[in-house]
């Protein structure tokens, strides 16, 4: 059984956690990664964009002149798509882009991100993180005595609150419960800070 170390709000030692070697020691998988960071971000997609076909457009359907003897090609409708304004044809429309993935990818990527993550000395883990207010100087400040000098997620269990109101005006510090951490946000932040008790939930979820 591995143990990861913890420190306080002064960045002094308080302790240890236990991590399955199972868990730490799962190879980075690239491939597995990649899909579900691709998943997540097509599944945020809107897929609100939309073009007109002809029949959706707003002209009249009579036609336009005579078909022979104008000198003309003949011409049925304003909304024929080769005619300024018309139709568009095969133009995007309205849908949903998200794809499934089975179970055990997911698992994979989520264990092989945390792992790469905490070898490459990303992941610090907190005893506890209470903030008395919702001050963004007092969240600074700690940030500051933790020795962080780059983007940082912040992984909590309880008293979102005030931490998400402290990170607001912070460009590089966002916050997340466990329960909603995922592939993208460990990769997209340098360091990942896990309160104590969003760590043990969150390793019952890497082990299932």
Same mark, same amino acid.
């Given at each position: 059984?591995?143990?990861?170390?913890?420190?306080?709000?002064?960045?002094? @030692?308080?302790?240890?956690?236990?991590?399955?070697?199972?868990?730490?020691?799962?190879?980075?998988?690239?491939? @597995?990664v990649s899909e579900v960071v691709?998943?997540?971000?097509? @599944?945020?997609?809107?897929?609100?964009?939309?073009?007109?076909? &002809?029949?959706?457009?707003?002209?009249?359907?009579?036609?336009? !002149?005579?078909?022979?003897?104008?000198?003309?090609?003949? #011409?049925?409708?304003?909304?024929?798509?080769?005619?300024?304004?018309?139709?568009?044809v095969f133009g995007p429309q309205?849908?949903?882009?998200?794809?499934?993935?089975?179970?055990?990818?997911?698992?994979?990527?989520?264990?092989?991100?945390?792992?790469?993550?905490? &070898?490459?000395?990303?992941?610090? $883990?907190?005893?506890?993180?209470?903030?008395?207010?919702?001050?963004?100087?007092?969240?600074?400040?700690?940030?500051?005595?933790?020795?962080?000098?780059?983007?940082?997620l912040i992984v909590a269990d309880?008293?979102?609150?005030?931490?998400?109101?402290?990170?607001?005006?912070?460009?590089?510090?966002? $916050?997340?419960? !466990?329960?909603?951490?995922?592939?993208?946000?460990?990769?997209? !932040?340098?360091?990942?800070?896990? $309160?104590?008790?969003?760590?043990? #939930?969150?390793?019952? &979820?890497?082990?299932?």
């Open positions: 059984m591995a143990t990861l170390k913890t420190v306080d709000s002064g960045n002094k @030692a308080a302790g240890e956690i236990e991590i399955d070697d199972s868990i730490l020691e799962t190879p980075y998988h690239r491939k @597995a691709r998943q997540f971000l097509a @599944a945020n997609q809107q897929g609100t964009h939309s073009t007109k076909n &002809r029949s959706e457009v707003a002209y009249s359907v009579h036609k336009l !002149y005579r078909q022979k003897g104008t000198g003309s090609s003949r #011409a049925g409708s304003a909304k024929s798509p080769i005619r300024r304004h018309g139709g568009t309205m849908r949903s882009h998200s794809f499934r993935l089975n179970k055990k990818t997911k698992r994979l990527a989520t264990r092989s991100a945390f792992a790469e993550k905490v &070898r490459q000395d990303g992941v610090l $883990v907190l005893d506890s993180l209470k903030l008395a207010d919702n001050k963004t100087k007092n969240l600074k400040t700690l940030l500051t005595k933790l020795k962080i000098p780059s983007k940082v309880e008293d979102l609150d005030n931490l998400r109101l402290a990170s607001r005006n912070l460009t590089d510090v966002h $916050v997340l419960s !466990y329960r909603s951490l995922n592939v993208y946000e460990m990769m997209k !932040y340098t360091k990942v800070i896990f $309160v104590k008790d969003a760590l043990e #939930a969150f390793k019952e &979820r890497l082990g299932r």
